[in-house]
Antibody, heavy 123, light 106 residues
Framework: EVQLVESGGGLVQPGRSLRLSCATSGFNFAGYAISWVRQAPGKGLECVGFIRSKAFGGTPEYAASVQGRFTISRDDSKSIAYLQMNSLKSQDTAVYYC??????????????WGQGTLVTVAS | DIQMTQSPSSLSASVGDRVTITCRASQGISNLLAWYQQKPGKAPKLLIYRTSTLESGVPSRFSGSGSGTDYTLTISSLLPEDFATYYCQHFYTYPFTFGPGTKVDI
């Protein structure tokens, strides 16, 4: 069974940092891109970024709203992806989901999602 | 960035109704469009990818179509468990932006 479990969320002050983890099981983690999507309270879905599998360079992409502040990484030996969030702002308050990217020559969908972890940025 | 719009933003329907939701991209996205269903307090669920391919396990009452900039999600006969918010998302170039969502309620 494919599972993705986020952890590391919580209350953090503006300007501080937080690292989220996405622990996975049930599939060949190394063979998949992993994405992060967030959802502010009562709002829609927003792509944060994703990281390609090593076979496609292992490189990340980021939304403009987090570029330069957030970093996505992966540890294929542990089947875990990370989202390092620096210089947090109140606008970053959201539930953060990690997802597996369905890849058919190109990314085509987010086929498995974690349960989400809430990040609240407030003083 | 490619902007995605959805219409309507919400709709009221009854069990058994045929429901159609439209998604429009600000430029052509070569059928690289997915649809998701989200229920309150839950993570979204992938329904359709590449415009019209049903994800495994998704009931056949869901279907997708479209091309270029305009895409639709159709639920042929609404069931009680289909009341939810539906989002489209393109995969043409990063960022893979989502539409703002369409809430389907009673």
């Amino acid at each position: 069974e494919v599972q993705l479990v986020e952890s590391g969320g919580g209350l953090v002050q503006p300007g501080r940092s937080l690292r989220l983890s996405c622990a996975t099981s049930g599939f060949n983690f190394a063979g998949y891109a992993i994405s992060w999507v967030r959802q502010a309270p009562g709002k829609g879905l927003e792509c944060v970024g994703f990281i390609r599998s090593k076979a496609f360079g292992g490189t990340p992409e980021y939304a403009a709203s987090v570029q330069g502040r957030f970093t996505i990484s992966r540890d294929d030996s542990k089947s875990i992806a990370y989202l390092q969030m620096n210089s947090l702002k109140s606008q970053d308050t959201a539930v953060y989901y990690c997802n597996r990217v369905k890849w058919l020559a190109d990314p085509t969908g987010l086929d498995y999602w974690g349960q989400g972890t809430l990040v609240t940025v407030a003083s | 960035d490619i902007q995605m719009t959805q219409s309507p933003s919400s709709l009221s329907a009854s069990v058994g109704d045929r429901v159609t939701i439209t998604c429009r991209a600000s430029q052509g996205i070569s059928n690289l469009l997915a649809w998701y269903q989200q229920k309150p307090g839950k993570a979204p669920k992938l329904l359709i990818y590449r415009t019209s391919t049903l994800e495994s396990g998704v009931p056949s009452r869901f279907s997708g179509s479209g091309s270029g900039t305009d895409y639709t999600l159709t639920i042929s006969s609404l069931l009680p468990e289909d009341f939810a918010t539906y989002y489209c998302q393109h995969f043409y170039t990063y960022p893979f932006t989502f539409g703002p969502g369409t809430k389907v309620d009673i």
